[in-house]
């Protein structure tokens, strides 16, 4: 069974640009969470996506957007980029709501110059 | 709000010796517990988890009780092995908290032969 996946695995942007990343979910799963994993500010929880809808949102500005389409994949948009945005994005899946275990992909590192 | 702190690290150690990682945790109600591992390069594996107080999660030899009275739920393994370096987080999940994972800080494990 395949297991979460993520693209592209680096991602190389300069200040002020538009990245988007993608995620594709284990199959079955209805469920995507985006979390940013930044040097110095461990693992945060950015968004969470099931059945198409945003259910929850981190504390992360607006420039911070994602959708989820009829097939559970998921895509995070970060605008405007900022030097702070570089970091590890890990996407997860779950089977959906009530507290299902995640599966984690292996990440796409984003560097903004 | 919720939190998860681990000891602070890196932690360092030779081959099968004890390791323990504290993990304390500060939540309202009864959250589920977890320990996830991040290899170099990867993203986080579900190590073990506990989704009530008392309940031992355990996998690959790794152990840990989720333990309320103390808000803890500590890593142990009696003999660790080099494989085992990596990051380890701690992280707790709560159902109002619409199904995110709240991670600590990390924990580096280096294990030499």
């Known amino acids: 069974e395949a297991g979460v996946t993520q693209s592209p695995t680096h991602l190389i942007k300069t200040r002020g640009q538009q990245a988007t990343l993608r995620c594709s979910p284990i199959s079955g799963h209805t469920s995507v969470y985006w979390y940013q994993q930044a040097l110095g500010l461990g693992l945060q929880f950015l968004l969470w996506y099931d059945e198409g809808e945003e259910r929850n949102r981190g504390n992360f500005p607006p420039r911070f957007s994602g959708r989820q389409f009829p097939n559970y994949s998921s895509e995070l948009n970060v605008n405007a980029l900022e030097l702070e945005d570089s970091a590890l994005y890990l996407c997860a899946s779950s089977l959906g709501v009530n507290w299902n275990e995640q599966f984690f992909g292996p990440g796409t590192r984003l560097t903004v110059l | 709000g919720d939190s998860v702190t681990q000891m602070e690290g890196p932690v360092t150690l030779s081959e099968e010796a004890f390791l323990t990682i504290n993990c304390t945790y500060t939540?309202?109600?009864?959250?589920?517990l977890f320990w996830y591992v991040q290899y170099p390069g990867e993203g986080l594996q579900l190590l073990l988890k506990?989704?009530?107080?008392?309940d031992k999660g355990s996998n690959k030899g790794f152990e840990a009780t989720y333990r309320k009275e103390t808000t803890s739920f500590h890593l142990e393994k009696g003999s660790v092995q080099v494989s085992d370096s990596a990051v380890y987080f701690c992280?707790?999940?709560?159902?109002?908290?619409?199904?995110?994972?709240?991670f600590g800080e990390g924990t580096q494990l280096t294990v030499n032969p």
């Open positions: 992280a707790l999940q709560k159902e109002t908290s619409g199904s995110r994972l709240t």
């Open positions: 939540a309202t109600g009864y959250p589920s």
């Open positions: 506990a989704t009530k107080a008392d």
